[in-house]
């Protein structure tokens, strides 16, 4: 069993918690994720490895509660346990050698790019920061992300904080006024991350897109994290999310595919958490 250490509640759909996890401390890296269950009968979900304290043996996630699973998560408190609590997994994001990086995040994609501007800016990189959320109650990691990036750029779908307007406002105005980076690096939902690859794709400056479909496993056998992505040939080639990523070329990936792909268990999903809701409803929780 892995023990709640705290519990953070950053909006009303979105928690913090640190695990108690010495080993997956002691190596987790940025852009990896671990695999957690809540319970002996509960099904696996990735997350991904937001920070970690590699002497107190703790490791933070973050997660929006959108499903089944996240909905029993978040009925933990601290000093509670999950069943399993397995990592890290995937591959480390690429940073050695960058100097001028511009991250990208949508929602509770700033969870997974906090770490990656935090550690861009341990070893000296400029970071310019945008982040974007449909409305200022959304909102997360603000003053974290202004403590380590140069230039942070919030926007909000409504306008009622920041700025109003897309992340690709802002990207494609510096973009067009001259400004380059060594890599742009963006996290969020599928269709956010189709577009800023649009954006950059005229510049070809190398555009990194972390990709976090449906994983069951996390170690590659179940094949639910597959995708298409196109070699310089334009063609298509296959490849695991979970072990071959979650980061991956932009320029490369077939979003079309990945979108249709992560809408297939949608109505599944929705009716598991419609029953567990009903379910802690009925009993006063």
Do not use: W
């Amino acid at each position: 069993m892995y023990k709640i250490l705290k519990k953070e509640v950053l909006n009303p759909t979105v928690t913090l918690m640190d695990i108690e996890a010495p080993l997956v401390a002691r190596k987790a890296q940025p852009g990896q994720f671990i695999i957690l269950r809540v319970d002996e009968e509960g099904e696996c979900i990735p997350l991904t490895v937001v920070g970690y304290d590699r002497e107190a043996g703790s490791v933070r996630i973050i997660f929006q509660v959108v499903g089944a699973t996240t909905v029993k998560l978040n009925q933990k408190h601290a000093g509670d346990s999950v069943c399993d609590f397995v990592g890290p997994l995937g591959m480390p994001t690429k940073l050695e050698g960058l100097k001028r990086v511009c991250i990208v995040g949508g929602g509770v994609g700033c969870a997974i790019a906090y770490p990656i501007a935090q550690k861009l800016y341990e070893m000296g990189c400029e970071v310019t920061s945008i982040i974007g959320f449909r409305s200022r109650d959304l909102l997360i990691l603000e003053e974290e992300f202004r403590a380590v990036s140069k230039t942070l750029y919030v926007m909000t779908d409504d306008g009622s904080y920041g700025r109003e307007g897309n992340v690709c406002v802002p990207l494609n105005e510096m973009l067009a006024s001259g400004e380059r980076f060594d890599e742009i690096i963006t996290i969020g939902p599928l269709v956010m991350m189709k577009f800023v690859v649009a954006a950059a794709r005229p510049t070809g400056i190398p555009c990194t897109v972390s990709m976090n479909p449906i994983m069951i496993d996390g170690t590659g056998m179940c094949g639910g994290c597959r995708l298409t992505l196109r070699d310089a040939d334009g063609k298509p080639v296959t490849r695991f999310a979970c072990v071959d990523g979650p980061d991956f070329d932009g320029y490369a990936v077939d979003f079309d595919e990945a979108m249709s792909r992560s809408a297939m268990y949608r109505d599944f999903e929705r009716h598991a958490y419609e029953k567990t809701c009903n379910l802690f409803r009925a009993e006063g929780i």
